[in-house]
């Protein structure tokens, strides 16, 4: 009989997208297939310790804090991957692996939305650890995050962006009415304003006055140092699904029509009077450069496994701009990501197949790395 692979699924976490994590996570474990794969539900609290939950699904609904389960911890270790018991776990005779005897795990499949997740940190351990994960690396997942420094990277390639201003928090604080001037001589208004390194629309503001965007820039602040203030475009907003390694393909793509003016944290995950149109309706070449771009600006950042790319597309004009690259989309059965597949030809459950098997692809490439240098 084969064994099932051991998937680690990482939930929770440091980040004001925590909810929205436990969301997706609670859909992926619900779908897996349990005849091929053993889960391991793993939780990172708002404080970030770990937890090995017994009973996912309560750990779940109790937001991690309070939940049973083993504090623990995965070592930058390669020669002891897996999960360690913490101390006062086993001083405590908590069940699970013991201090010193890692429990092994196959592969990781991270679903954390967010700082301290999808920012290349959790990634960055995996690595360090050997340990295979799904989705993109280091490098892919820091530059996804950071706003900013992925529109950069996209301009460098000749790939279309709104325009923009980066300013950072103390800036901010120290100069305040000289920034304001300075966003207002640039742009006008309306703008919006959105802390660099989050995602889920937490923090995001659209300002249509000086007293907005002081409001607006106040609150981004309060989540990232960096900022970012863009020129509001009249424009659609459009998504599309990428899946792969080195040869990603593009799903077709879907349109956000919010019920708020923009789509905000409230239109996505409270409101349900946003509409999902799923395909977008789009002119077949207006359709086919959504494809092209999504894949170009995953392949621009070395992206791996998944990624949404989020657009606008400017009324009248049909002009495209890249908005974002979100390396862990939200993964619930009614989010973007995986609808987009659906409607592609990819079902759910199979589309998680497909992501474990491309991280245990990724991996097996990486360890063909020499990491001793032998001299000829």
């Known amino acids: 009989m084969t064994r099932k692979l051991r998937v680690g699924v990482i939930f929770g976490g440091r980040s004001g997208e925590h909810e929205v994590s436990l969301m997706s996570a609670s859909n992926v474990i619900g779908a897996i297939d349990k ?6 539900p793993i939780g990172i609290a708002h404080s970030g310790q770990w937890l090995l939950s017994g009973d996912s699904m309560k750990a779940l609904k109790s937001g991690i804090e309070g939940s049973p389960g083993t504090p623990l911890a995965i070592l930058p270790d390669p020669g002891s991957p897996g ?22 795990i196959d592969v990781v ?23 295979p994960y799904v989705g993109a690396g280091v490098l892919a997942s820091s530059v996804g995050m950071d706003k900013a420094m992925a529109k950069a990277v996209w301009q460098q390639r000749g790939l279309p962006v709104v325009d923009y201003l ?3 928090r103390r800036d901010w604080e120290e100069r305040r009415d000289a920034v304001a001037r300075e966003i207002e001589v640039k742009f006008g208004f309306p703008v919006f304003i959105k802390p660099a390194n989050l995602g889920s629309s937490v923090g995001i503001s659209k300002a249509h006055d000086r007293d907005e965007l002081r409001a607006g820039m106040d609150l981004a602040v309060r989540y990232d140092r960096r900022i970012l203030v863009e020129d509001a475009v009249d424009a659609r907003e459009i998504e599309c699904s990428v899946l792969g390694n080195d040869h990603p393909e593009a799903s077709v793509p879907g349109e956000i029509v919010p019920c708020n003016e923009f789509y905000d944290y409230a239109a996505k995950y409270v409101d349900e009077r946003s509409q999902l149109r799923i395909p977008a309706d789009l002119r077949p070449e207006t359709a086919a450069e959504v494809r092209r771009l999504a ?5 621009a950042i070395d992206c791996a496994g998944m990624a949404r790319v989020d657009f606008f597309v400017e009324r009248g004009t049909d002009r495209i701009y890249l908005n974002e690259l979100n390396t862990i989309p939200g993964f619930t059965k009614i989010s973007m990501y995986p609808k987009l597949w659906e409607a592609s030809g990819l079902p759910y459950g199979e589309l998680i197949n497909r992501l474990i098997a491309l ?18």
């Open 35 to 40: 005849d091929k794969y053993e889960v391991v």
């Open 83 to 104: 999960l360690i018991k913490l101390p006062e776990a086993a001083d405590s005779g908590a069940a699970g692996p013991g201090p010193g005897r890692p429990e092994a």
């Open 109 to 131: 499949f991270p679903v954390l939305h967010g700082t301290y997740g999808e920012d290349g940190t959790v990634q960055g351990l995996l690595e360090m650890a050997n340990i």
């Open 166 to 168: 980066l300013i950072l």
């Open 295 to 299: 894949v170009e600006a995953f392949k």
């Open 359 to 376: 991280a245990i692809e990724r991996h097996a490439d990486k360890n063909r790395n020499e990491t001793v240098y032998r001299s000829e």
